[in-house]
């Protein structure tokens, strides 16, 4: 079961990177969300692909995609649907909304009020939403893949922590290297390279995937090295408040997938070190003090991989 993960996982990133150029890395890294069937913030300035990075992940595993614009005058029932009166049948009938798919983009989503913004925790934590007092399960797989820009404030409302920790991991695409932004030019010449994207990996092959990952196995020393490396964020002086238990758990979740994802059926501490940043980096926050430093919440997490001893092999 371990090679059909890794399979798969080359074929969904060979196929997406045919729309997006030179960022494997974060390919790699969402797709260890999906098969933990976590959620991802992606955070970066406009235009470097974030919208076509989840259609193109939606239609290369088969799934049904769903696209929320987030503005400031949403409501909840926007995203998660409501009630409307049938004159033919006389009864009321709920009407599903955008947030009731497999791979739901929501663009923008720091510019939605917190209470539009706290219609997904729901989904995102509990695989569920309740509407007027019903209760609809989510579909399988289910992935949140949010965006936000990190340099425009105005108009905006800042993610409340609850929300941010409830995110998998936060990635960055990034600006493409002179190298791909010329080979972008080039396949983009007579039409989108999305318009050509199939469908490469089928749905029951992906829950197999989620649930092989499962059995991967993480040996003791390993888990007490995800707990020390979560301790020491509550520790460092840099920082005003630390990762939660939640923290511990994705990163244990997440060794296990891109173990699953290179072909092994174990854990490496290598595996907690390459995805320390993407899980812990938005669970922190940075005291005044270092902020006024300009230490990045990265830097400190970095910081703390450097330093905490990686457990040896067991005599």
Do not use: W
Not at 67 to 90: A, E, H
Not at 116 to 121: E, G, I, P, R, V
Not at 267 to 288: G, N, T
């Amino acid at each position: 079961m371990i090679s059909l993960v890794q399979q798969m996982t080359q074929r969904l990133v060979e196929n997406v990177e045919h729309v997006i150029l030179g960022k494997r890395p974060v390919l790699e890294r969402i797709l260890v969300a999906l098969l933990c069937e976590g959620h991802v913030l992606i955070e970066d300035v406009p235009g470097v692909g974030k919208t076509m990075l989840a259609r193109a992940l939606a239609m290369s595993t088969g799934c049904e995609f769903r696209r929320i614009q987030f503005t400031p005058d949403m409501l909840p029932s926007d995203v998660t649907g409501v009630f409307i009166f049938n004159q033919k049948t006389q009864e009321f009938e709920f009407r599903p909304g955008p947030i009731l798919s497999q791979i739901v983009l929501a663009d923008e989503i720091n510019r939605a009020p917190p209470k539009t913004q706290s219609a997904l925790l729901e989904a995102m934590e509990e695989r569920q939403i309740t509407v007027d007092g019903q209760t609809y399960p989510m579909p399988h797989p289910f992935l949140v893949l949010a965006t936000q820009n990190p340099i425009e404030y105005e108009g905006t409302f800042p993610l409340p922590e609850a929300q941010v920790d409830r995110f998998m991991m936060r990635v960055h695409l990034g600006y493409p290297s002179r190298e791909h932004e010329i080979k972008i030019l080039d396949v983009q010449r007579h039409h989108h390279p999305i318009e050509d994207v199939e469908q490469v990996v089928s749905r029951e092959e992906l829950l197999q995937a989620q649930e092989a990952v499962k059995e991967v196995y993480v040996d003791d020393l390993v888990k007490a090295y995800i707990v020390d490396l979560v301790t020491a964020t509550r520790k460092h002086s840099d920082v005003y408040l630390g990762a939660s238990p939640r923290g511990s758990l994705f990163l244990f979740k997440g060794a296990r997938a891109l173990a699953a994802m290179q072909g092994r059926d174990y854990v490496l501490p290598d595996d907690v070190k390459a995805l320390a940043v993407p899980i812990l980096a938005h669970r922190i926050i940075v005291s005044p003090d270092a902020r006024v430093r300009e230490v990045r919440s990265e830097d400190i997490i970095q910081d703390i991989v450097n330093s905490v001893p990686v457990p040896g092999a067991r005599v």
